[in-house]
């Protein structure tokens, strides 16, 4: 996945949101100050690393009626800044990268933070730490995005073949 997202192709991803491999969407997480919504917000961008990148949406939730806003908003987008969220990528990610974080416009013209994170790594992207207690991120953990989609550790051969073959292919 490039860097180089037009305005256009994050405008689409809110005009009838559906999480799929390459696209999750997250409620409004404390980003500033719960350590443990950083670690959920850690999992979701290794395991998309991992997968060869993708987006996350904050500020939305899945409901039986759809993708919805979640309830919430902060009173402004200012905890969802590109330094917060590479932050977050510096202590939680194994190598590190950068990743660009864009505000879009719902059709309602709601402002959504969306994160871009690049794939084409090398090496399998693993967590630096863990989250708190243990809990949502294991120490050393490496994630992938499983159908569902979820984001989950490989667990049979074929899920660690595909990785290690996508992290082949990059280094040609």
């Not at 860097?3 to 994050?10: A, K, P, T, V, W």
């Not at 569902?148 to 899920?159: D, F, L, Y």
């Amino acid at each position: 996945m490039t860097q180089e997202i037009s305005r256009e192709r994050l405008s689409d991803l809110l005009v009838d949101p559906r999480e799929d491999l390459d696209f999750e969407v997250k409620c409004w997480l404390d980003l500033r100050g719960s350590n443990e919504d950083k670690a959920t917000f850690a999992k979701a961008i290794l395991a998309m690393a991992n997968h060869g990148g993708g987006f996350v949406a904050i500020g939305l939730e899945e409901t039986d009626a759809g993708i919805i806003e979640a309830s919430n908003r902060p009173p402004t987008l200012d905890g969802y800044s590109q330094d917060l969220v590479n932050g977050i990528v510096h202590n939680y990610c194994d190598p590190p990268f950068h990743c660009a974080v864009h505000m879009v416009a719902d059709p309602r013209g709601a402002l959504f933070p969306i994160v871009v994170i690049p794939g084409a790594h090398r090496v399998p992207v693993r967590a630096r730490r863990a989250g708190p207690h243990g809990n949502v991120v294991q120490n050393n953990g490496i994630y992938i995005r499983k159908p569902g989609p979820r984001s989950e550790t490989p667990q049979s051969a074929q899920e660690w073949d595909e990785l290690l073959a996508r992290c082949l292919n990059n280094r040609r």
